[in-house]
């Protein structure tokens, strides 16, 4: 039973707001997972993998893959894949971060990934992530943290004294962006690292000797929502990717066991997936080698099988359409997006596209196509990465959405749960994905 576009939409605003990094992303879809009777594997430990049963692991906090071990034969019918990716970008708090400028205590801070760096002023920050600590047993652990609360702004500088802002707006990101924390008197300046010690400690983290290091983002702490005059748009941060994350998820939890299912989640598609992580890494390669280690098996799997990677894609903006190939340009609210690109940036060919096709008509969902402007650069996805390094065809599909990379995006109400219906035949569909014998 498939839910209704309001009750998602509600259930994806509830998801993104408790998921201000990739670790609390991956943290949520793991309690999602278990409330559904998913059990746990740990990398460490010897598996053995039953059909009928359902499992999930996580690399690094950060990465996520879930697997529907169905009733029919992998060898013959394969494994339905979706791919999606974690991060987002970001600002990231440097190692050595305290910075006393005039009496104001700031951290000096990295962009993370494609960063539209403008509409990061001005915003009510937070701080979230991993910190790792030495504990008074003499053991290093780790624990996820997020203040919740506003403590940090980044100002604009006033108009008055830069009146050519509007005509010349350059951010430099390592003097412009440092966000400001609080005022200090005299040479006081605070340690980063006890402030982060007593955020935990007052998080129950009693046995904490002293914190390590960290692996922390600042974040909007605007709560993401449906906005628009007639309540058309969802506007939240990271819907690049984490709207695709889980759309993946819903559809993944309620796949009914026959057939294989698999959604994986990388984390660092923003800055090249090239990590232990990351699409281009291991980590789905090794599960699939550890779910089929007969190496003839498995390839006859991946010859049956077929991923989409899901991945938010540009609507034409009506400010700016001239950004767009007039055939595709696509329309927020009508329906997920085919991407295709002739260099390979995106995994889509005609086979894969039509077989996307027929799931969107069967599932009474409209589809839209999107190609780059010739005369423009064109992005990419863990689509092409993942089949490469796996050898599984694959198609890239996204949810057109408006200021892709700002700290606030906006996505059409319909078409994340559009995807979603897709995404249920997809996961479902009990004839082959396409015709390989031929």
Not at 27 to 39: C, D, V
Not at 82 to 88: E, K, L, M, N, Q
Not at 161 to 185: C, F, H, T, W, Y
Request: proline share 5%; aromatic share 8%.
């Amino acid at each position: 039973m498939t839910q209704n576009s309001v009750d998602f939409n509600q259930q994806l605003l509830d998801f993104l707001a408790e998921s201000p990094t990739p670790f609390h992303a991956v943290q949520a879809m793991a309690s999602r997972l278990e409330a559904k009777g998913f059990t746990r594997l740990l990398e460490s430990e010897s598996w053995k993998l039953t059909a009928g049963e359902r499992y999930y692991f996580c690399r690094n906090d950060s990465s996520i893959i879930a697997f529907v071990y169905g009733s029919q034969s992998l060898a013959e019918e394969g494994i339905r894949m979706v791919g999606a990716h974690t991060d987002s970008p970001c600002l990231k708090v440097k190692p050595q971060p305290e910075m006393v400028k005039q009496g104001y205590f700031q951290l000096g801070v990295e962009t993370y990934g494609g960063v539209l760096l403008h509409p990061w002023f001005d915003r009510d920050l937070s701080i979230a992530g991993r910190v790792t600590y030495r504990t008074q047993q003499g053991t290093v652990t780790s624990r996820l943290l997020d203040f919740k609360r506003p403590v940090a702004v980044i100002p604009s500088l006033a108009i008055h004294l830069n009146r050519e802002v509007n005509q010349k707006g350059a951010v430099n990101p390592q003097k412009d962006i440092p966000p400001v924390l609080m005022q200090v008197s005299g040479a006081d300046k605070p340690d980063f690292r006890e402030l982060l010690a007593k955020a935990l400690k007052d998080e129950g983290a009693d046995n904490l000797d002293k914190v390590l290091d960290y692996e922390l983002s600042f974040y909007d702490t605007q709560k993401p929502s449906v906005v628009g005059f007639n309540n058309e748009f969802i506007a939240s941060a990271r819907l690049d990717n984490l709207l695709s994350c889980f759309i993946g998820l819903q559809g993944l939890l309620e796949a009914d066991g026959t057939q294989s299912v698999l959604l994986v989640c990388n984390d660092h598609e923003e800055v090249g997936s090239r990590s232990a992580c990351g699409a281009q890494g291991p980590m789905l390669e090794d599960f699939l080698t550890r779910l089929l280690p007969d190496s003839e098996t498995r390839l006859r799997c991946l010859s049956q099988s077929l991923m989409i990677s899901a991945d938010n894609a540009h609507g034409v903006h009506p400010n700016y359409s001239d950004r767009h190939d007039h055939n595709h340009g696509p329309i927020l609210n009508k329906g997920p997006v085919i991407k295709i690109n002739a260099n390979q940036s995106y995994a889509t060919n005609s086979e894969t596209s039509s077989a996307f096709r027929h799931w969107c008509e069967q599932a009474e969902v409209p589809v839209q196509a999107f190609v780059v402007r010739t005369d423009m650069g064109c992005g990419s996805t863990i689509g092409p990465i993942t089949a490469a390094e796996v050898g599984v065809r694959t198609l890239d599909v996204g949810v057109p959405t408006f200021a892709m990379h700002s700290i606030r995006e906006l996505a059409g109400v319909e078409d994340a749960h559009g995807l979603y219906r897709t995404l249920g035949h997809f996961f479902s569909s009990p004839s082959a994905l396409l015709d390989t014998r031929r």
